[in-house]
Each structure stands twice: as structure tokens, then as C-alpha cells.
């Protein structure tokens, strides 16, 4: 079976599971949070969430690409998993991939785990790892480009969040851009765990916006 299928398959039977586990205090506290913050999101970068949104009511899978897959892409997929999760889209699945194979940056797991998440490593994939809202819905969430195969445009939806300057190797594919910047100039520095966790709270608050968008575009096509 190729990667891309049981990944999907693992997904939608979490999902399943998922509607019947709750989020433990920590994360929900965290969810909360960033539901509330939404209101400070600029209006142009609303604008790009909300096109997102109507992109995915009409696509399954939503890929975050960039050059690597450690960083942001990770942390959007994540947060992007978690919203699904948390709005009860059962029928929606987020993907990353990069370039290249490579092992999660260790201040991304920090700061997750700070957000509540459970880490684990696995060895199902190569290099991979579990993140999960508690030990018994794991989610499988590196998926670099040689496991995730070739993307299929017809249902899925490919986000390039690479910065300016940056590229990742499929510019042939249709792409719609979110881009954030590279926290990678802050590491080894003092000031490393504050900017991740920046970039985490940003991410999690636009990525609960854009879900919420979607569940309203969904909750209106049904009326």
C-alpha cells in the first residue's frame, strides 16, 4: 500500500477515535487561547485564511511545504490536525512534507509538549515521530516528500509557507502561499524558546481561524 494511503487511513480511523477523547486541560487551556486570539489577526491575513478555507471545501488534504520539513510545516500540520480535531471536520487531513528528509528540530517537540501535546519517537516511518492529544490517539505527522508520493491537485490543496527567498522543489504544482518566517535565526541564542513559542501561538491561533472558517463554509453549503 503506498505511504500517502496509510497515512490517510491512520488519520480517518484517529479521527473516529477522537470525538470520543477529550483534550487534556493543558492543550484545551491552549486551544481556548488561541480561539480567543484570533480577533487580532490583521485583515489581510485573514483574507489568505479564508481563501484557504474555501480551497478545502472542496479538497480532503491540505499539504504545508518548504524546503524542509522540521520546523513551521510540522507546526502547521500540527495545529491544523488539532483544529480538525477540535471542531469535530472528521473528513479533512493535514499533511507536510519538504524537500528533504529530515529529523523534527528538538525546540519544535519543546515547545509543543509545552502546549500540551504528547511526543513520542516512532519507528513506523523513517525518522518519524507521534504527536498526539493524549497516549491513545496518536497521529503520524512528518510526512516528507519521498513518503508522501506524488500529491494528487484534484484533492488536495498544497501550501507553500516558505518566507522571501526561500523555495521549495515543486513549483510545478499549483500552490497557494502562506508565508511565515524562518525561526532558524533565533537558535542557540537566549531568546530561542521565546520565539518558537511565538511562532507556535501564531500558528495555532491562524490555523483555528481557517478551521473555523471551513465549518462555517460547510455548516452554510448544507442549508
Known sequence: MHWFKILAFVCISNFAASQQIAFNKELS???NTAISNSKKISKKRKAVLNNIAIELLEK????????TNTRRTQLLQTWTQTAFYYYGVVDRIAFSYGDSIADIYPGVVDILKQSGFYYAESNTIPKGYTISLNNNAPEYIIAPKNTLGKINS???ILINI???????????????????KTPTEFEAKKN?????MELNKTIATEMFYMVSKLLELQQLKKK
Open 162 to 180: 516558505c518566507s522571501s527567498g526561500e523555495t521549495f522543489a515543486d513549483q510545478k504544482m499549483s500552490y497557494l502561499k502562506l508565508p511565515y
Open 60 to 67: 480532503k488534504h491540505i499539504v504545508y511545504a518548504c524546503k
Open 154 to 156: 484534484e484533492t488536495t
Open 29 to 31: 487551556n491552549f486551544c
Open 192 to 196: 530561542e524558546q521565546e520565539k518558537y
